[in-house]
C-alpha cells in the first residue's frame, strides 16, 4: 500500500500563486507515476497534471498549461504542484494520486490522498 498526504490549500486572490505537496509513504518502490487532480463543487473529477516517479515527462491539463507545474523530490518521496496565476475557476479540492502501473497518464490510479481545498477569490 502507499498512503499519500497533501498539504498547502488554502486561500488566495486572483492572480496569486500557491504550491500543493503530496508526502508518499508505504511501498513507494512501486510507484511508476503521479497526478494531480481536482474536483470542483457539482463538478466531475478531472486531470491536472501527471509525471514519473522517476522523472521523466510531464503531462497537463491544458487548462492549467504554462500555469501550474509538477515536479518531485525522490529524497523525501513528495511531488509538488506548483500553481501560478490562479484563476477563480481553479477553486477545487486538489487530490494527489499515485499508481504503480506503466498505462496512461491520465489514469486510471490505485492511490489516492485525502484532498486538500484551494479556494481562489476574486
Known amino acids: 500500500q502507499v498512503q499519500l498526504v497533501e498539504s498547502g490549500g488554502g486561500l488566495v486572490q486572483a492572480g496569486g500563486s500557491l504550491r500543493l505537496s503530496c508526502a508518499a509513504s508505504?511501498?513507494?518502490?512501486?510507484?511508476?507515476?503521479m497526478g494531480w487532480f481536482r474536483q470542483a463543487p457539482g463538478k466531475d473529477r478531472e486531470f491536472v497534471a501527471s509525471?514519473?516517479?522517476?522523472?521523466?515527462?510531464?503531462y497537463y491539463a491544458d487548462s492549467v498549461k504554462g500555469r501550474f507545474t509538477i515536479s518531485r523530490d525522490s529524497a523525501k518521496n513528495t511531488v509538488y504542484l506548483q500553481m501560478n496565476s490562479l484563476k477563480t475557476e481553479d477553486t477545487a479540492v486538489y487530490y494527489c494520486?499515485?499508481?504503480?502501473?506503466?498505462?496512461?497518464?491520465?489514469?486510471?490510479?490505485?492511490?489516492w490522498g485525502q484532498g486538500t481545498q484551494v479556494t481562489v477569490s476574486s
Open positions: 508505504g511501498r513507494t518502490f512501486s510507484i511508476y507515476k
Open positions: 494520486t499515485a499508481d504503480s502501473s506503466r498505462g496512461t497518464p491520465y489514469g486510471p490510479y490505485d492511490y
Open positions: 509525471t514519473g516517479w522517476s522523472g521523466g515527462s510531464t
